[in-house]
């Protein structure tokens, strides 16, 4: 069963320094400065990338619902208010709550652009991933499932694509564990954090949902991630008319 991977962010005042379920390390260098969290008015948590100064990649389920959102960097944990919000048009929540595939890709203008410390990452060339390839995630969500442990605090992990990716969702698991027992992956609070592509800031996927080992529900067996190879164009398009343009 697919787990949905918000969190409350007011649980990671007590939260020890792990984030990224198992012992994942610390995210440092341009992970680090990429990320940002997405909050909602109840406190629910959300990782997100920033693309531009003003501008916030995330999953379109963050975002669903009609109240108020801020996004905070980690560095300084001030909220900056959130302007508009822009999901994509194909995203359905019904299909996202089934489990089934959707565009779970949403844009954040802000109100105000982040701070200087915050260094926005592009997107990755639209391409197909392959099996056995790694992509690198990061987010600011818990250790393990049904728990605030590290929530808030930015992780990293290497995962590999396992499956048959396609253009609707891309599946990878910690190489070590195979999905057999609970390994590195995103869990709760990582919804909408990025997969990056190569060794350096390209976000090619966003983090839609999680498993335990053998799929069962949980974290730690497969992380699922929304490919942006069908929604670059459409990224773009939005950024443009957000008034915050993006290289093509």
């Given at each position: 069963?697919?787990?949905?991977?918000?969190?409350?962010?007011?649980?990671?005042?007590?939260?020890?320094?792990?984030?990224?379920?198992?012992?994942a390390?610390?995210?440092?260098?341009?992970?680090?400065?990429?990320?940002?969290?997405?909050?909602d008015?109840?406190?629910?948590?959300?990782?997100?990338?920033?693309?531009?100064?003003?501008?916030?990649?995330?999953?379109?389920?963050?975002?669903?619902?009609?109240?108020?959102?801020?996004?905070?960097a980690?560095?300084n944990?001030?909220?900056?208010?959130?302007?508009?919000?822009?999901?994509?048009?194909?995203?359905?929540?019904?299909?996202?709550?089934?489990?089934?595939?959707?565009?779970?890709?949403?844009?954040?203008?802000?109100?105000?652009?982040?701070p200087?410390?915050?260094?926005?990452?592009?997107?990755?060339?639209?391409?197909?991933?392959?099996?056995?390839?790694?992509?690198?995630?990061?987010?600011?969500?818990?250790?393990?499932?049904?728990?605030?442990?590290?929530?808030?605090?930015?992780?990293?992990?290497?995962?590999?694509?396992?499956?048959?990716?396609?253009?609707?969702?891309?599946?990878?698991?910690?190489?070590a564990?195979?999905?057999?027992?609970g390994?590195l992956?995103?869990?709760?609070?990582?919804?909408?954090?990025?997969?990056?592509?190569?060794?350096?800031?390209?976000?090619?996927?966003?983090?839609?949902?999680?498993?335990?080992?053998?799929n069962?529900?949980?974290?730690?067996?497969?992380?699922?991630?929304?490919?942006?190879?069908?929604?670059?164009?459409?990224?773009?398009?939005t950024?443009?008319?957000?008034?915050?343009?993006?290289?093509?």
């Amino acid at each position: 069963m697919h787990r949905m991977l918000s969190a409350l962010a007011a649980l990671a005042l007590a939260a020890p320094a792990f984030a990224i379920t198992g012992q994942a390390p610390p995210a440092t260098g341009w992970a680090a400065r990429a990320i940002v969290m997405v909050v909602d008015a109840h406190d629910d948590l959300c990782t997100g990338t920033a693309l531009a100064r003003d501008l916030v990649l995330t999953a379109a389920h963050c975002v669903a619902h009609p109240q108020r959102y801020a996004v905070k960097a980690y560095q300084n944990g001030e909220a900056i208010p959130v302007r508009a919000i822009a999901r994509h048009p194909r995203f359905k929540l019904a299909n996202y709550l089934a489990s089934r595939a959707t565009a779970d890709v949403a844009l954040i203008k802000l109100a105000s652009p982040l701070p200087d410390v915050i260094v926005p990452a592009a997107l990755a060339a639209a391409r197909r991933v392959q099996v056995g390839e790694t992509l690198t995630i990061a987010g600011f969500g818990t250790v393990a499932a049904g728990s605030a442990l590290g929530l808030g605090v930015p992780r990293m992990a290497k995962l590999t694509v396992t499956g048959k990716p396609g253009s609707l969702q891309i599946r990878l698991y910690d190489n070590a564990t195979r999905n057999r027992r609970g390994g590195l992956g995103a869990c709760t609070g990582d919804s909408g954090a990025p997969a990056f592509d190569g060794e350096g800031p390209l976000v090619i996927g966003v983090v839609s949902w999680t498993t335990a080992a053998e799929n069962e529900e949980g974290c730690g067996g497969l992380t699922g991630l929304t490919p942006l190879i069908d929604y670059r164009a459409w990224i773009i398009h939005t950024a443009h008319k957000f008034g915050s343009p993006l290289a093509p």
